[in-house]
């Protein structure tokens, strides 16, 4: 039997909700005459819906902890459901005969977005509709569309829209996009219903109406207590079960934070504003008309406190604020001791921030028994705090959890996909096998890497792979470039990464088995499900996904577009960790209602975070919404405004923000800025420079106690481990930059190439060097007839080993056919008519005593040694990039060819005397391009080209004398022609930091 006066009572936001819920039942304030006396049984004819499970958990603790630890049966608790995200969730337990109901089960989750998809795709694939550039045409970006469109079916549901008022909407008024969407509704209004008589289910929103109604059906028979508390009863089918339970004799509503201290004047205009749905009361107000009561009818549980004073004032409605000037005086002793416990965090940055948050919440547990809680809906913030937390070993309880898709499984489910369907492709596949879920051998995943993977991408596919290492041995063999560092890749690294790609080829064979053209969701699933377990083994948190999509997949799909398909599937799908028993929690702002902690950080307070940014709906647009009766997007502030009041409450609050974000500006959460306009400047700043206890904590931990100013690196390494031999081409670095000989040759580091980049030059120098010497060599006392051919020939040879790269031989080998066509029509035969003798790709050596006794040796690889006709000799040098010029070959920066000629003149060759003229200096250019090929003949504006070998011979024995003296460093960047250049080893020598000392502004390439 109903009573015709509702109980309804509400716990303000500054008393700890469930402790004050429980003690007024346990009193026999809620219901009278209950608990009758001491009955340990009592409590158990009870039942109390709370708004979510966590909630439910927390309030079986707490009746424990108010009971004193006694044996209790303790009431029934169970969770109304996620009232205000609209998605209810009854238990079956929530009815007493609930088999016997005849309510067909829900058409819901993936399976439900899976025939949305399909009805999506159809439309976007109609006449008409190909050309809308808003429609989607991908499977991946139809399925967002469907859950959109789930939404939008659950909020007409659950908002009791009939779907016969969309032909009361006028297209003419809207956008042709909006007339496009509302023609494809109308239609999935006739189609839907069918497929739901079909499968013999309901709309999930629709069968949770039912049972709310069912269950205020039983509540009506039951005489049992009944209480619901924590809702604000946003929802009308909810809002019904509440009014049923407030009018029921026993039974009682408990409101989460009325406002019981806003004037009435304002009080009423909160209903009556535009921006009404944006105001944190919104909802309460709109349930206490319903009930058909005043606010001044309500109970309170709790005497309202300061703070609770403060937000109603802060969230006063915007046609009220004129009011802030009177009442701000006469508030002031409640305003002042509301601000005396709250501190405010304006960091730099959003890292910045999150230290602070770390270090306040740490500070918070510092006492005995306290507890503290970050409350955002910020999960990276979230995320950077319990990383920060982590540096003291301080255990978190993260309620909010992660989106699946990026969770570690997550994660490497989409890196199997990605690395699976993009043929292997470098990035991708290393991505994936150096996954720490990822089981296979660590070190074959390293050699592969190594020894094909860094450079030119491979062929794509398993047998890519195997033609890149078959043509990597070969090229080891002796095709490498002499200082490549794979040349220590040893026989046993190589067969660690042939195991590799056996074990892909294993793992892929599904993915292999797939027919060509577009295949079944589901099957392309399994192949998925199959490589994930062979690589990781079977993964608990995502296998659920691959059910699902092995039980509704039958959406076709094209293997390119599975991937993408795959996260637009696992995405928005929370994977929460159990709670764990902690005295600092993480809570999204869902998650942190009906909760209390001593001290509450209020993170992330920006626009667009807390409120978040409003999302448009891609169905209706906001005025179709407003005239179906939908909510609009404002209905979502006035959540996060109610999450925000109900914070606020706590003994501690530090609000925090961040000035910039990923480098863009913020603005600060105009609930802030609300509550800075109540508090007034002097209150703020106290808050403020509270607030900077936390920011100064922030920037001195990681600061040293003394700033060394960074000098340049200047090693000296024992004269027996400076190098005793270098090459010509060498010679440049150790003039200009000491310290890539000492990097090279002292600590044996040789940089590597970056993953998936095409190959460079040195790779394609050394391919045409090699062709054009050979056929030099082969042919040297006449060219042959169709010497072009024959040349060509040479330089298919050399590129053979570069087949499995279609950059090289794209963009390479037309080049070459250029370069050669050049050769044999024009270099070759000019360089013959005064030439009778040719020196190809040859070896010299000269050792060079120094003043020390030592030994200093001189190695250079000549490219073409020219007998002239006249007996002197030409030096010529092969460049497929742009040979020095003449000053820097005469002021020593570029040595190479004058060293050359040097080695020369002192015999390091038996075939030529000591002595000998040497003629010419002569770089030539083949680039390929136009001209194919040029000569560059170096015509000295001082001596010839013997003085110039002389000369660059003495300096080259000075420099050596001065390295085999231990004082003598290896400085980085020693000439000031390259003090800006940035080289292989710069970032070793720490030329950043250290190039700044000199007050210049320290741009650096």
Request: aromatic residues 6%.
């Amino acid at each position: 039997m109903a009573s015709s006066l509702p109980h309804v009572f509400t716990i303000p936001a500054s008393a700890p909700f469930l402790r004050t819920l429980v003690r007024a039942l346990l009193d026999g304030t809620l219901i009278a005459g209950f608990p009758a006396g001491g009955d340990p049984l009592a409590l158990v004819r009870a039942t109390i819906y709370l708004p979510t499970r966590r909630a439910c958990r927390l309030a079986r603790d707490v009746f424990l902890a108010e009971t004193g630890g006694r044996a209790t049966l303790l009431p029934r608790i169970v969770p109304l459901g996620l009232i205000d995200e609209e998605e209810i969730a009854f238990s079956n337990a929530a009815f007493d005969a609930g088999a016997g109901l005849d309510i067909p089960d829900a058409l819901g989750g993936f399976e439900r977005e899976m025939l949305l998809t399909e009805l999506v795709l159809k439309w976007a694939n109609t006449e008409g509709m190909r050309d809308a550039r808003l429609v989607a045409n991908t499977p991946a970006a139809a399925l967002k569309l469907a859950k959109d469109l789930a939404h939008l079916m659950d909020d007409m549901a659950t908002r009791q829209v009939p779907w016969s008022k969309l032909d009361t909407l006028v297209p003419d008024r809207f956008d042709t996009y909006w007339d496009l969407t509302l023609r494809f509704l109308k239609i999935a209004r006739d189609v839907w219903p069918a497929i739901l008589e079909e499968y013999k289910r309901l709309e999930p929103a629709e069968r949770q109406n039912r049972l709310i109604a069912a269950e205020a059906e039983r509540l009506k028979r039951s005489g049992a207590p009944v209480i619901a508390a924590g809702s604000t009863g946003s929802i009308p089918a909810t809002a019904a079960l509440l009014e049923t339970i407030a009018r029921l004799p026993s039974g009682a509503v408990v409101l989460p934070g009325l406002d019981t201290v806003l004037d009435a004047t304002s009080w009423d205009a909160i209903g009556a504003e535009e921006s009404a749905p944006s105001h944190p009361q919104f909802a309460m107000q709109a349930l206490l008309r319903r009930f058909g009561i005043a606010r001044d009818t309500v109970t309170e549980l709790a005497e309202p406190g300061n703070r609770d004073v403060l937000a109603s004032e802060a969230m006063r409605p915007a046609g009220f604020s004129d009011r802030w000037n009177a009442n701000l005086t006469r508030l002031a002793p409640q305003i002042d001791a509301a601000m005396s416990d709250i501190a405010v965090i304006e960091a730099a940055s959003a890292e910045e921030e999150a230290l602070a948050i770390a270090i306040a919440l740490r500070r918070a547990v510092e006492t005995p028994d306290a507890t503290a809680a970050l409350i955002t809906p910020d999960r990276a913030l979230a995320r950077r705090v319990l990383a920060a937390l982590a540096r003291w070993n301080i255990e978190a309880d993260d309620s909010a959890g992660d989106d699946l898709a990026d969770t570690p499984e997550g994660l490497f489910a989409r890196l199997v996909a990605d690395a699976a369907l993009s043929g292997l492709a470098p990035v991708p596949l290393l991505a994936m096998l150096k996954h720490p879920l990822c089981r296979l051998d660590r070190h074959g995943v390293e050699a592969l890497e190594f020894a094909v993977l860094r450079g030119a991408r491979p062929v794509a596919g398993v047998a890519g792979l195997r033609l890149a290492l078959a043509n990597f041995r070969k090229r080891l063999s002796g095709g490498l470039y002499r200082l490549d560092p794979r040349q220590r890749l040893s026989p046993r690294d190589l067969a660690a990464a042939d195991r590799i790609v056996d074990a892909l080829e294993a793992a892929l064979a599904a993915f292999a088995a797939l027919k060509p053209g577009p295949q079944p969701f589901a099957a392309i699933g399994e192949a998925h499900r199959q490589t994930v377990a062979a690589l990781a083994g079977p993964l608990d948190t995502i296998g659920p996904v691959f059910d699902q999509i092995a039980e509704h997949g039958t959406l076709a799909v094209a293997r390119d577009d599975y991937a993408e398909l795959f996260h637009a599937a696992i995405a928005n799908r929370p994977a929460r960790q159990p709670p764990r028993d902690a005295r600092v929690r993480v809570f999204g702002t869902l998650e942190s209602r009906l909760q209390n902690a001593d001290c509450a950080v209020l993170g992330g307070l920006a626009e667009g975070v807390w409120p978040p940014e409003t999302r448009a709906d891609p169905w209706l647009s906001r005025p179709m919404r407003q005239q179906l009766g939908l909510d609009l997007p404002e209905r979502r502030i006035g959540l996060s405004a109610h999450d925000f009041t109900q914070a606020l409450g706590a003994r501690r609050v530090i609000l925090s923000r961040a000035a910039r974000v990923a480098g863009a500006p913020t603005v600060p959460s105009r609930f802030v800025q609300r509550l800075a306009a109540v508090a007034g400047k002097a209150r703020w700043d106290r808050a403020r420079k509270d607030g900077d206890i936390y920011l100064q904590y922030a920037r001195k931990i990681d600061e040293p106690d003394a700033t060394l100013r960074i000098q340049m690196p200047e090693p000296k390494p024992a004269v027996a481990l400076r190098p005793a031999q270098l090459s010509v081409t060498e010679i440049e670095h150790w003039l200009r930059d000491p310290y890539t000989i000492y990097a090279k040759h002292v600590l044996k580091l040789l940089p590597l190439d970056a993953v998936d980049t095409p190959p460079g030059a040195r790779d394609r120098g050394t391919v045409i060097h090699g062709a054009i010497g050979q056929f030099v060599e082969a042919y040297p006392d006449a060219l042959p007839e169709h010497a072009l051919q024959r040349l060509l020939e040479f330089g298919e040879r050399g590129f053979a080993a570069y087949n499995d790269i279609p950059e090289a031989m794209a963009f390479w080998w037309p080049r070459f056919r250029r370069i050669a066509a050049w050769f044999v029509a024009e270099f070759e035969p000019r360089r013959r008519e005064d030439a009778d003798a040719f020196l190809i790709e040859r070896s010299v050596k000269l050792p060079i005593a120094l003043p020390n006794g030592s030994t200093f040796t001189l190695t250079a690889r000549a490219d073409r040694i020219e007998r002239l006709k006249t007996g002197d000799y030409a030096v010529l040098d092969f460049k497929t990039g742009k040979p020095p010029k003449e000053k820097q070959v005469r002021t020593g920066l570029s040595p190479q060819l004058t060293l050359e000629a040097a080695m020369l003149r002192q015999g390091a060759l038996e075939e030529i005397p000591r002595g000998a003229n040497i003629a010419e200096l002569v770089y030539v250019a083949l680039r390929g391009g136009e001209p194919p090929g040029e000569v560059e003949r170096l015509d000295f504006k001082e001596g010839d080209p013997n003085s110039q070998a002389d000369t660059a011979l003495r300096r080259l024995t000075e420099n050596a004398a001065r390295f085999m003296k231990l004082e003598t460093p290896y400085p980085p960047l020693a000439h000031p022609m390259w003090s800006t250049h940035y080289g292989d080893y710069d970032h070793l020598a720490r030329v950043k930091e250290w190039a700044l000392i000199d007050g210049s502004d320290g741009d650096m390439p």
